[in-house]
T-cell receptor, first 112, second 115 residues
Framework: LAKTTQPISMDSYEGQEVNITCSHN???????ITWYQQFPSQGPRFIIQ???TKVTNEVASLFIPADRKSSTLSLPRVSLSDTAVYYC?????????????FGSGTRLLVRP | NAGVMQNPRHLVRRRGQEARLRCSPM?????VYWYRQLPEEGLKFMVY????????ESGMPKERFSAEFPKEGPSILRIQQVVRGDSAAYFC?????????????FGPGTRLTVL
């Protein structure tokens, strides 16, 4: 599975847009990019998944350039409750990808 | 539809005791995954089970750790003769299909503290 690199931490203020970029230089053709969110003392929660270009849901947007060697999770107008660790995962969506591989993630702190 | 349930949420054991962690998957899910998370680190895969079968235990330590998912009842992660290094948060996830990515739903975890 492709190794991912994310910033260790980010700070933001309420109401701002936050963009977290993940590098995955060795991404394979069949790999998808998935982001999970983990609040303190809770299990990770799926946020969004994409393969190329742009994906948007009610929570976030995911931007993936043509070469797919990086991706950016965009959180619009963050609130204090968005303070969490955000993990970028890259892997094949086939049966063999059940071993989710989490890096250290990006710790986002949203300040009032 | 209740989510993945884990109990206990917190477990304290002394060195040498046994720890039993339980996981009830989401209704209709027959695939269970256990992960371990040390402080300030990401989750690490331990074992993948399907009803009554261990599919992949490559992430589980060879000694003292075992897992089961019986036909009836929750999945159990058992740690015998616990040591301080076993202190961690243990998360269970479940899915309806044997695939990764967005199809794994996580429980709240069990925080094991070994004194």
């Amino acid at each position: 599975l492709a190794k991912t690199t994310q910033p260790i931490s980010m700070d933001s203020y309420e109401g701002q847009e936050v963009n977290i970029t993940c590098s995955h230089n060795n991404i394979a053709t069949n790999d998808y990019i998935t982001w999970y969110q983990q609040f303190p003392s809770q299990g990770p929660r799926f946020i969004i998944q994409g393969y190329k270009t742009k994906v948007t849901n009610e929570v976030a947007s995911l931007f993936i350039p043509a070469d797919r060697k990086s991706s950016t999770l965009s959180l619009p107008r963050v609130s204090l409750s968005d303070t969490a660790v955000y993990y970028c995962l890259v892997g094949d969506r086939s049966d063999s990808s059940y071993k989710l591989i989490f890096g250290s993630g990006t710790r986002l702190l949203v300040r009032p | 539809n209740a989510g993945v349930m884990q109990n206990p949420r917190h477990l304290v054991r002394r060195r040498g005791q046994e720890a039993r962690l339980r996981c009830s998957p989401m209704k209709g899910h027959s695939h269970v995954y256990w992960y371990r998370q040390l402080p300030e680190e990401g989750l690490k895969f331990m074992v993948y089970l399907q009803k009554e079968n261990i599919i992949d235990e490559s992430g589980m330590p060879k000694e003292r750790f075992s897992a089961e998912f019986p036909k009836e009842g929750p999945s159990i992660l058992r740690i015998q003769q616990v040591v301080r290094g076993d202190s961690a948060a243990y998360f269970c996830a479940s899915s309806s299909l044997p695939t990764g990515s967005n199809e794994q739903f996580f429980g709240p975890g069990t925080r094991l503290t070994v004194l």
